[in-house]
């Protein structure tokens, strides 16, 4: 059976969980989308890329972004990041404020919106958002090979105006000192990086390189260190998913970040990486269809890093 095969048997095995849960009503531009939408893609180290379903739709990839850009921060900034955020499971939704203040402004881990904006914040440094969103827009460009990935700016705007949650976080944040540019400006390179628009297609191949020890394999591009490539895959395994990080290591058992946009990115290390985008969400945030999606895809496959 050809790995297509597969895919289009996980596809129609979980056709009862298209349309199921809930969207993220909170962002305008999300409460609109369509829960029916379901995609899969997947790239594996030759290059090639197979796909089922609405894999060629753009959406917004939302919390995904935090991945690439903790990339680009460790890049820049080493071991020295982790003197601004933690890397221990939050076990607590995705934008609480009650352990930051118990933990006096320094965020859990990257992968929280709490963390992610002291990222943001630590990329932008000494130059402004708008530099450093192009330098991620790049990063990003390189990564899944495609020029043309860009900014939905009305989505980014959007966000920003019912956004009063993250902003709460990010002055929380820096009245403990934790940020070193103004709010404002961390939070228009935050808004903006989450309104990047991709496919499944795109971000499966932007992905590659966590599964390959951080060498992107059909380029032979070093994308970054063998190191942070585990340490950026450890903290998706222990804290992609918000408070259900545990359950989808339990079911999948793949490094993996997923976003309210209803999208998740998994990282089979050694075979390739995956896209899935369903809208509908289960409790936690995470996309119902796209969690199942993988769940079968990995009883398949045997791709679990628990074999």
Not at 18 to 44: E, F, H, M, N, W
Not at 158 to 181: C, D, P, T, V
Request: a negative charge.
């Amino acid at each position: 059976m050809s790995f297509q095969d597969v895919l289009e048997e996980v596809v129609a095995d979980i056709s009862a969980y298209r349309g199921q849960g809930k969207v993220a009503a909170y962002i305008p531009t999300l409460a609109r989308a369509d829960t029916s939408k379901l995609g899969v893609a997947a790239v594996l180290g030759d290059g090639k890329s197979h796909a089922v379903g609405d894999t060629d739709e753009a959406f917004s990839i939302q919390s995904v972004a935090y991945v690439f850009t903790l990339a680009l921060a460790l890049q820049h900034h080493k071991s020295a990041l982790w003197n601004h955020v933690g890397r221990e499971p939050a076990g607590s939704p995705v934008n609480s404020i009650i352990q930051l203040e118990m933990e006096k402004g320094r965020p859990r881990n990257p992968l929280t919106a709490a963390g992610s904006l002291v990222v943001c914040d630590q990329l932008i440094g000494r130059r402004s958002a708008d530099e450093a969103l192009e330098e991620l827009l790049q990063f990003i460009r390189t990564c899944a090979g495609d020029d043309n990935i860009a900014v939905d700016e009305t989505l980014a705007m959007s966000e920003s105006k019912a956004g009063a949650l993250n902003r709460s976080l990010a002055y929380f944040i820096a009245a403990f000192g934790n940020l070193q540019n103004p709010v404002e400006q961390v939070l228009s390179f935050y808004y903006r990086q989450c309104s990047i628009a991709m496919t499944c297609r795109q971000l499966a191949r932007a992905a590659l390189f966590l599964a390959f020890d951080g060498t992107d394999p059909v380029t032979g591009a070093q994308v970054t260190i063998p190191s942070r490539s585990r340490r950026i895959n450890a903290l998706m395994l222990t804290a992609g998913h918000y408070d259900n990080s545990g359950d989808f290591a339990f079911r999948v058992g793949l490094p993996g970040k997923s976003s309210v946009s209803g999208a998740i990115i998994a990282i089979a290390p050694g075979h390739g990486a995956v896209c899935t985008w369903s809208p509908g969400l289960n409790a936690a945030g995470t996309s119902l269809a796209g969690a199942m999606a993988l769940e079968r895809l990995v009883e398949r496959t045997g791709w679990s890093i628990f074999v």
